[in-house]
């Protein structure tokens, strides 16, 4: 009945009775009595935790935006030396993990690591070193070596790199074909990279067994990171002319060279695989793909496939090769795959195919004789790139030579240049479902043009075409920056206490909200409404 009384009074203007005051409520301090408090958590996101290199994505991307083409550059070279060709050739697990794709589509973090990186292709890397006495020797200058070869540059230790090929790059260079590796982009990053560090890099050195100990007198430490150059080839194919490895092809087309024959069998299902069969379609040979088991088991990555048959290579699936002749014209006999806990074996005759060629695509494995010569046995080698564990990605190469350098700058009790940026180690990882995304609209992501499939199939042009500004600046804002307080204000706007500011020029995510614990009752509202789930309860003491 009171209720009521109430309801009446406020209908006829009478407010006798109710709780209105005309004064401030500073003068209500909360604070001695509530029970808990919130306060600012920053944690990591998906997508960095993802990355093998932990790039802290959603922090270059808003120095991006802001124009501020410097400082971004300068975040994202610390963790990724070679932006503009990651932004090119990773897989891009960032992409694969972020949370926006639960909400529409993932933030195309691999183009706009290439749009930064592009940018800073005529701009020399930030140094100011102090040089130190020791020298460091790598053996590869692929991605890993050079990887190392930064990290270690950068604090001041003088290093020489010997790679056997007349040219850096590795299977950067060797391997990928222009059409997604321009040339001109991998020659403007390099020597970018090597003029700015003044590197000693020395080609056409081939480092076998027996020169490691007199390396390991002139050097402190060795960094061994040649990577895997060889095709694996069956031992009853191994002398067979007719039989060649995707790699070595691969690095003859890369170079410019004539290839014989008109007709190709390619067998794996790998990017390599693909590059090879794709980079015959461009010289005009027939080529069909040949894999044990289907298109969508395929490792090779999502965008490659997509490419490959938008091109119309042919590609056979559950077909694995058995005998081959090797006559004038290579016969050979193609089988039913059959799979057996899921080991693959060679199942049913299917049919006899005549080629020129038959290209292995199914694994890879080092070119250099060890001579029993154990790495593992010297502690001043430190193994890193492909050779440490196996073929992966560039960025996984990249990660694991810097883990080599830091290794070394352990060992020398020199502080790495990441140690103060590096996320903890078990960090707290935000999820979708932590997220209030009632704040955000539907946006899909930029459409990405690519040249036209007539257009390419006979050349190797770049195929996917470079953000514009614009596209830039729309891509980013789709970004939720995930566990990182961007001062939205939220919180301050649905605070009964008026017991939060904000600062917008701070540039610490971890300072941009200010709690006036005099005031604050620990309601706990901000925590509800903040959209990026950085605002958590604590107790009060």
Avoid at 202 to 209: D, F, L, T, W, Y
């Amino acid at each position: 009945m009171a209720n009521l009384k109430h309801v009446k009074a406020i209908q006829n203007g009478d407010f006798t009775g109710l709780p209105i005051s005309a004064g401030s409520t500073a003068v209500n301090l909360t604070g001695s009595w509530k029970f808990f408090r919130p306060h600012l958590v920053t944690k990591e996101s998906p997508c960095r935790q993802a990355c093998p290199l932990n790039i802290p994505i959603a922090a270059y991307l808003e120095k991006l935006a802001s124009d501020n083409i410097s400082e971004a550059l300068n975040l994202l070279r610390e963790y990724n030396p070679m932006p503009a060709i990651t932004g090119r050739v990773c897989p891009h697990f960032c992409q694969s993990a972020c949370n926006r794709q639960d909400f529409d589509e993932a933030v195309l973090i691999g183009d706009l690591e290439r749009y930064l990186g592009d940018l800073g292709l005529d701009n020399p890397h930030s140094t100011n070193i102090e040089k130190r006495a020791e020298k460091v020797a790598i053996i590869g200058a692929g991605p890993a070596g050079i990887s190392a070869a930064v990290c270690l540059a950068r604090k001041g230790i003088k290093v020489t790199i010997f790679e056997q090929a007349p040219l850096a790059g590795g299977l950067l260079r060797y391997a990928i074909p222009a059409y997604r590796l321009p040339r001109e982009i991998l020659d403007r990053e390099l020597n970018n990279i090597i003029n700015s560090y003044d590197f000693e890099l020395k080609c056409n050195h081939r480092i076998e067994s027996s020169k490691l100990a007199q390396l390991e007198k002139e050097y402190q430490n060795i960094i061994w990171a040649p990577g895997l150059q060889r095709s694996s080839q069956p031992a009853p194919w191994r002398d067979l002319p007719q039989v060649k490895g995707a790699l070595e092809l691969l690095a003859t087309i890369n170079r410019g060279e004539a290839i014989e024959g008109q007709s190709f069998i390619v067998i794996g299902g790998g990017n390599a695989a693909l590059d090879t069969a794709r980079s015959l379609l461009r010289l005009g040979k027939k080529v069909e793909i040949v894999y044990r088991r289907t298109i969508a088991e395929m490792p090779a990555y999502a965008e490659e496939k997509k490419q490959a048959l938008e091109e119309g290579l042919v590609i056979h699936e559950k077909i694995v090769v058995g005998t081959i002749e090797a006559d004038e014209v290579l016969q050979i006999n193609l089988h039913q795959a059959q799979d057996h806990d899921e080991r693959i074996s060679e199942g049913g005759f299917l049919k006899k195919v005549e080629a020129d060629y038959l290209i292995t695509a199914i694994g890879q494995e080092s070119d250099l004789d060890l001579n029993d010569f154990s790495l593992n046995d010297r502690k001043s080698i430190n193994k890193a790139g492909d050779f440490a564990h196996g073929a992966a990605s560039v960025a996984e190469a990249l990660a694991s030579g810097r883990r080599a350098a830091e290794t070394i700058l352990l060992n020398l009790e020199i502080t790495s240049s990441l140690d103060a940026n590096t996320a903890s180690e078990n960090p707290t990882v935000v999820e979708s479902k932590s997220l209030h995304l009632d704040y955000y609209n539907k946006v899909p992501a930029i459409s990405v043009p690519e040249l036209d499939i007539k257009n390419r199939r006979d050349n190797f042009s770049e195929i996917r075409q470079s953000l514009s500004p614009e596209q830039m600046k729309n891509e980013i804002e789709r970004c939720f920056h995930c566990g990182s307080c961007t001062a939205c204000g939220i919180c301050w706007f649905f605070c009964p206490d008026v017991a939060i500011a904000i600062n917008r020029e701070e540039s610490d995510p971890d300072k941009r909200v200010l709690f006036d614990y005099d005031h604050c009752k620990g309601c706990a509202q901000c925590t509800v409404v903040c959209p990026r789930g950085v605002i958590e309860m604590e107790e009060d003491h």
